[in-house]
């Protein structure tokens, strides 16, 4: 027989977080976190130990906690998430947070989420701005059924679409464009540690910039005179991908920092060459 306070001290010494084993037997009990802390005098039973050790293995493995317990919170939203997706990041939240605060002036635009995954962007925007009109775009079926499930659940409208980038949205026009696209250089160092969530998703090209060039230079053909085109890029690449932005027409050209003061986000207002 092992008590919950047993369990939990056997990982830390093995090595697993405190926290990441707290959520995990959370997880395999089917418990709050703040009923776990009260009840670790609680016995286990002899499945419930085996469970959790091939839990703490997985994890000891460099799984995501995220895949592990099948959800993830981003920007107050519980998304299921599955290994078709990538698990949504807090630095992510950053994207939502200017979207949002562009949607002040504009509380019923028309916005794109392009290549949303498990649908964390689109949903959160709506969630925040319900009055938006939005719309996503993912060119992995996978994916895209986990964002349709999210909407469900969540209850929210959002507007899904299967394909490459603008590929499905014909002359469609909008007044935000939003998009997290792969930005990992291939051979990138940090590949590696993220070998459980799809590749297809991460890289693009040698330089990390196949996707964001594509995305910049198609976007105009889809943005109102005005509109604005917000991209998330890795933390070294911001000069670059401001200067695709202007060489494309764009103005207004700004950069947001994440939560760890790394430069994460460029954006663009889209104003068309005089006529």
């Given at each position: 027989m092992m008590t919950i306070a047993e369990a939990l001290t056997l990982a830390r010494q093995q090595g697993l977080d405190a926290l990441d084993a707290q959520?995990?037997?959370?997880?395999?009990?089917?418990?709050?976190?703040?009923?776990?802390?009260?009840?670790?005098?609680?016995?286990?039973?002899?499945?419930?130990?085996?469970m959790f050790e091939a839990v703490r293995r997985r994890r000891a493995d460099g799984e995501p906690l995220a895949y592990i317990v099948g959800h993830k919170e981003f920007h107050g939203l519980a998304l299921r998430v599955t290994r078709d997706t990538l698990v949504p990041r807090p630095d992510t939240e950053v994207i939502v947070d200017w979207a949002l605060e562009?949607?002040?002036?504009?509380?019923?635009?028309?916005?794109?989420?392009?290549?949303?995954?498990?649908?964390?962007?689109?949903?959160?925007?709506?969630h925040a701005a319900p009055g938006a009109r939005v719309e996503a775009v993912e060119r992995s079926a996978a994916a895209l059924a986990v964002a349709r499930d999210n909407a469900v659940r969540l209850g929210l409208e959002v507007g899904w679409h299967a394909g490459d980038?603008?590929?499905?949205?014909?002359?469609?026009?909008?007044?935000?464009?939003?998009?997290?696209p792969p930005y990992i250089a291939d051979g990138d160092p940090h590949l590696p540690a993220l070998t459980y969530e799809p590749d297809s998703a991460l890289t693009a090209g040698p330089d990390g910039l196949r996707d964001l060039r594509a995305i910049i230079a198609a976007t105009p053909e889809h943005l109102t005179p005005g509109g604005w085109l917000l991209l998330e890029h890795g933390y070294d690449q911001a000069e670059a991908v401001a200067g695709l932005l202007r060489e494309r027409g764009f103005a207004s050209v700004r950069l947001r920092l994440d939560l760890g003061g790394q430069a994460r986000v460029t954006g663009g207002c889209w104003r068309p060459p005089a006529q």
């Open positions: 959520l995990l037997l959370c997880h395999l009990l089917g418990v709050e976190r703040t009923w776990l802390i009260g009840h670790d005098d609680q016995a286990l039973t002899g499945g419930q130990v085996l562009l949607l002040e002036r504009r509380p019923t635009a028309r916005v794109v989420d392009l290549g949303t995954g498990s649908g964390a962007i689109a949903l959160a925007v709506k980038w603008f590929a499905p949205l014909a002359a469609q026009r909008y007044e935000l464009v939003l998009s997290n």
